[in-house]
């Protein structure tokens, strides 16, 4: 017997969910990672604090910087990997083309 | 015109555009729902979104009262960090509308689901699973609805409390109340008055126009919410003196503490002029080697008959009517700068400083941020990572952000919704973390009442820039937000009750006409019964928010996931890893209630209550569904397989 084939929606989905995550975890790692070596304090020790384009340099780094990257990453996604996929009619459009309500 | 000369601030005017548009637009689309299947148009527009009403729906539901009242106050009291607190929004609209929209849109079509019981349901032919699943979301939807509620009405309470009109109805309101028992436990006429006409409002648009008049308003709402944020940016940064000089000032600051004062007026003073409203600065007694100092009264402070100490009125359960309760400036450029009002003096009785960041300066630069109650501060790294996780995980397991994800027209119209929305929270939230940095140099001292420093930031800046009725317009973007909020709770609890259980247990042969019969009355139902509990609403009303809000996704993301992604997933591992979710959510709250007394839930190793129970929820699915009978080989094609022909 033949194998069957995978619905290529759920595959290209699949393949589109993996992406996502793995952004998302790049921008953990990079967020949190600028954050506890250069913006946690948790003893309030710190006498100074270096300040980028009037944000706090950790901010500016650790959140305005991957905040730009996602912006860029999401443009990509959205023009040249993620797949226009025919997701089919519903059923509810059938019936509704079946019921006799008055066209406005 | 007439309401500008009578001294009003334009808020009303603002106000009742605003309600007139939204009725319109109801109107518009109680006709387009006219010819259309009834169920599938009202509840889901007939799938039919495109690129604007999809991206905008979706920004406007997830955006609540919390984002302009509850996030704007915690940037204002914890500093720099809570840029961090909202970070993981970089990543929100291409995780939540990417991770799961195709297989969502694709599977419901499929099966014809308008409601997410429905799809899951469908997905694995069991009504007892529908059954699970409307349950918890009207369980948790009806806790969520009467804390929106109450949150519309303070909202719109601080929009129209400067309005004559309004204080003479809210007049009009107390009478009233007084014959109604059951009106008269609400804790204030005014807060009756906007809670009637609130939930009235929000009610008729809702039940006359269904889910494409909440979409259309959604849309209108989300341009207000943004316009107020472009028009505050550059006035708030302009009025503090530029960006870097707000931070170099944020860095010297140190905190507050939290103070009880006696406050007495100069024997000089003539005894009917002895008032001290709310939010005043007095000065206070140089005591021992310190100079005079400065505080800030949390409430307003009345003279009894002859007497020159102020006290409370009513007094409180606990404590000291003479003692009450302020804020203690420790800024010197601050104490220097504020004039007090004359005339009184305050001698600190009791003085509570913050349990982290007391005296420390760059607090507020810095994490963890500054806590007048932690001691570990506002967000050490675990919460840090905890409310990454949570903002995005969180938002994708909302059933609100699902249905939107049944309705859009086709995969085009997701992709570019992504994009969309992806500039648009761009544009509201990191903005919004610089303007309230900014409000600390512009506003000092409201931690008396950090809620209100949105609608007096709005105010302060549109005064300084001379067109003060641009405030009625700012005010307007948290009243938009919750009210976008509501409409589409409003609906998912009506839906889940009409189609879920009415239509596919009681009455499956019902006619159109009943069935629009029993959505009409449903939400209307639901709607004034969210309002008549929200007359004497619970406390905690931001916990509620939140409580409910992550209560949702633990229990459903990782079942409505699995089931679109895993063939290997089944009907007993998608009720078992639910209700897993639920039930560990739901044990550390009560758990948190019974050892703190307050809606606080047990954070073990300082990770928030969602991080666990989505952990343990996502354990039992695979566990479960490994342990037991994969789902019949049918219902895998049907769902997995390429079945054209």
Redesign the interface.
């Known amino acids: 017997m033949k194998e069957p084939k995978y619905d290529p929606v759920y595959l290209h989905a699949t393949r589109e969910a993996w992406v996502i995550l793995g952004l998302f975890a790049v921008l953990l790692v990079w967020a949190m990672g600028v954050y506890y070596f250069d913006g946690y304090d948790p003893e309030a020790t710190k006498t100074s604090v270096a300040i980028v384009l009037g944000m706090p340099r950790w901010v500016f780094w650790g959140i305005f910087a991957p905040w730009c990257f996602s912006i860029l990453c999401t443009v990509a996604f959205v023009f040249f990997f993620m797949k226009d996929d025919d997701l089919g009619e519903s059923l509810d459009d059938e019936a509704g083309d079946n019921n006799e309500a008055v066209q406005p | 015109m007439i309401l500008f000369a009578e001294g009003s601030t334009g808020a009303l005017v603002v106000f009742l555009i605003y309600m007139v548009g939204v009725f319109v637009l109801a109107a518009f689309s109680n ?2 729902l ?8 009202y509840f ?1 527009g ?2 039919s979104l495109g690129v604007w009403a999809f991206a905008l729906t979706f920004a406007a539901t997830s955006a609540s009262g919390g984002s302009f009242v509850g996030f704007p106050s915690k940037v204002y009291s914890h500093g ?2 809570v ?2 607190w909202i ?2 929004y ?2 929100v ?3 939540v509308m ?3 929209g ?2 969502i ?2 599977l ?5 689901a ?1 409601t997410i019981p429905d799809l899951m349901r469908d997905r694995f032919n069991s009504p007892t699973l529908g059954g699970m699943a409307t349950f918890l979301l009207v369980f948790f939807m009806t806790f969520n609805l009467i804390a929106q509620f109450k949150a519309g009405s303070i909202i719109l309470q601080s929009l129209l409390q400067d309005e004559p009109i309004y204080q003479s109805a809210a007049a009009m309101t107390g009478s009233v109340m007084q014959h109604v028992p059951y009106f008269s436990g609400a804790e204030s006429p005014g807060y009756l008055l906007c809670l009637i006409t609130f939930a009235i409002g929000v009610i008729l648009y809702t039940t006359y126009g269904g889910f494409r008049a909440v979409v259309w308003t959604d849309v209108m709402q989300g341009i207000v919410m943004v316009a107020g944020v472009i028009i505050m940016l550059p006035l708030a940064i302009y009025f503090a003196g ?3 000089s ?3 000032q944020v ?1 010297d600051m140190t905190p507050p503490n939290r103070v009880k004062v006696r406050v007495t007026a100069a024997d000089t003073m003539n005894p009917s002029d002895r008032v001290v409203p709310f939010g005043v600065w007095l000065r206070t007694e140089s005591t021992e080697g310190n100079k005079p100092g400065l505080v800030r009264v949390e409430q307003a402070i009345t003279f009894q008959g002859d007497s020159n100490v102020g006290q409370l009125v009513p007094a409180p359960k606990e404590g000291s009517e003479y003692a009450i309760p302020a804020i203690e400036i420790t800024v010197p450029s601050q104490i220097e700068s504020i004039e007090p009002l004359a005339g009184y003096h305050a001698e600190i009785v009791k003085t509570e400083p913050y349990a ?2 007391a005296g ?4 507020y ?4 941020g500054p806590s007048f109650d932690h001691e ?2 506002f967000l ?2 675990s919460l ?2 905890s409310f ?2 949570m903002w ?1 995980f969180s938002g994708a397991g909302q059933p609100g952000n699902m249905v939107r994800q049944m309705a859009f027209k ?3 119209t ?3 919704g ?2 969309t929305l ?2 648009y929270f ?1 544009i509201i939230y ?1 903005p919004l973390v ?1 303007v309230f940095c900014c409000a600390r140099v512009i506003l000092p001292g409201w931690e008396i009442y950090p809620d209100r420093i949105m609608p007096e930031l709005a105010k302060s800046l549109t005064e300084s820039a001379g067109f003060p009725w641009v405030a009625g317009l700012l005010v307007a973007a948290p009243f938009a937000a919750v009210m976008s909020t509501v409409d589409s709770f409003l609906l998912i609890s009506s839906s889940a009750i009409v189609r879920d259980v009415y239509q596919r247990n009681i009455a499956p042969n019902a006619s ?1 006409a009943t069935i629009k019969r029993m959505t009409y009355i449903a939400t209307f139902a639901i709607g004034a019964a969210a309002m008549l509990a929200a007359v004497n609403p619970p406390k905690y009303l931001q916990d509620i928010i939140v409580f409910t809000g992550s209560g949702l996704s633990t229990s459903f993301l990782v079942p409505i996931a699995l089931m ?2 895993w063939p290997r997933f089944n009907k007993i591992g998608a009720m078992l890893s639910m209700l897993a979710g639920f039930a560990s959510y739901v044990v550390l709250y009560a758990w948190g209630y019974f050892t703190f007394n307050k809606m606080k839930a047990i954070q073990p190793g300082n990770f928030h209550p969602f991080m666990i129970a989505m952990l343990a929820s996502l354990i039992t699915a695979i566990v479960v569904s490994l342990l037991t009978k994969p789902s019949p080989p049918e219902m895998t ?1 049907r ?5 054209k022909k």
């Open positions: 006709r387009i006219k010819g259309k299947n009834f169920l599938g148009e889901l007939s799938r720099w960090v840029a961090l970070g993981s970089m990543v609209p291409i995780l990417g991770l799961l195709k297989r849109n694709q419901s079509r499929k099966t014809g308008i530029g960006l870097e707000a931070t170099e860095a982290f960041g420390e300066k760059n607090v630069l810095n994490g963890p570990i501060g050490p790294l840090a990572v990454f996780f995005t086709g995969s085009k997701l992709r570019y992504i994009l992806c500039f761009s990191f610089l159109e679109l992604y094609e769902f997995f397989y390429d079945n």
